[in-house]
């Protein structure tokens, strides 16, 4: 939930930049996609995707759903690093590892036995619960069917889980608006950060304990960040699915 306008100037986190501060955003944050204007080539891209996180967010990246242009949407977490890998690990050990069905499966199961079809009498010829891509005979047999790891959606829900551990209470929020949560970031080379809340969430921001918390969990040493969105990276006259 974005904050309403008459709220925007007064409101503070110790993620923001404090009200009232006029500081100049820092290059390359005063040029496009950051300041109105687009990513237009390249250079630009890997420009912004080996820059440093913001450390406070600039307050005229605050959303304002009434103004005419909307900010780019940046999430203030820390960088995946080689976290996934063990992510996954906790998701497959906890048995709550999300899969894919690649191509034909016959009646495709997890290693534990959970079955990914919705019948015991489908038809073995049939696809059943499997997704199967490609629409030529040539496609199929180049096809490498299985059943795989989905590790954004595994990795979701072990930060979830390990969040409970930590002490977290989020029964107050939305499940839409739950901290940590894996996303895509321009932000090379890992491209994935763990959100705590983005800047369209700022309502929803959890404590300052919480988030220290969960990254004395994880074995985190990087302070949290702002990382830039990289399907919202520019400004735009409509609002952000986020």
């Known amino acids: 939930m974005s904050l309403p306008r008459s709220s925007i100037a007064s409101f503070t986190l ?26 237009t080539n390249a250079v630009l891209v890997k420009r912004v995707s080996s820059m440093n996180p913001l450390p406070r967010l600039h307050r005229s990246l605050i959303p304002d759903l009434k103004a005419t242009w909307k900010p780019p949407v940046l999430y203030y977490g820390w960088s995946i690093g080689d976290l996934l890998p063990r992510l996954v690990e906790y998701a497959e050990q906890h ?5 894919t069905v690649i191509g034909r499966v016959h009646k495709p199961t997890t290693p534990w036995g959970e079955k990914l079809y919705s019948s015991d009498s489908e038809d073995p010829d049939s696809d ?25 959606g595994s990795a979701n829900i072990a930060l979830y889980h390990m969040a409970k551990e930590a002490g977290i209470d989020m029964r107050h929020l939305p499940i839409t608006r739950r901290p940590f949560g894996v996303c895509g970031a321009l932000h090379y080379p890992h491209k994935l950060v763990i959100s ?24 985190i040493q990087e302070t949290p960040a702002w990382y830039v ?14």
Do not use: C
């Open 95 to 99: 048995k709550l590892a999300r899969y």
């Open 229 to 242: 969105s990289n399907m919202d990276a520019t400004w735009s006259r409509f609002t952000p699915r986020w």
């Open 14 to 39: 110790p993620s923001l930049d404090p009200p009232g501060e006029k500081r100049a955003l820092p290059a390359p944050y005063n040029q496009p996609p950051f300041k109105r204007g687009e990513l």
């Open 128 to 152: 059943g619960e499997s997704a199967h891509w490609g629409d030529t005979d040539e496609e199929d047999e180049e096809e490498e069917s299985g059943v795989y790891v989905d590790e954004a």
């Open 196 to 219: 705590i809340y983005s800047n369209y969430e700022l309502a929803w921001a959890i404590p300052q304990d919480d988030i220290e918390k969960m990254q004395k969990y994880l074995g």
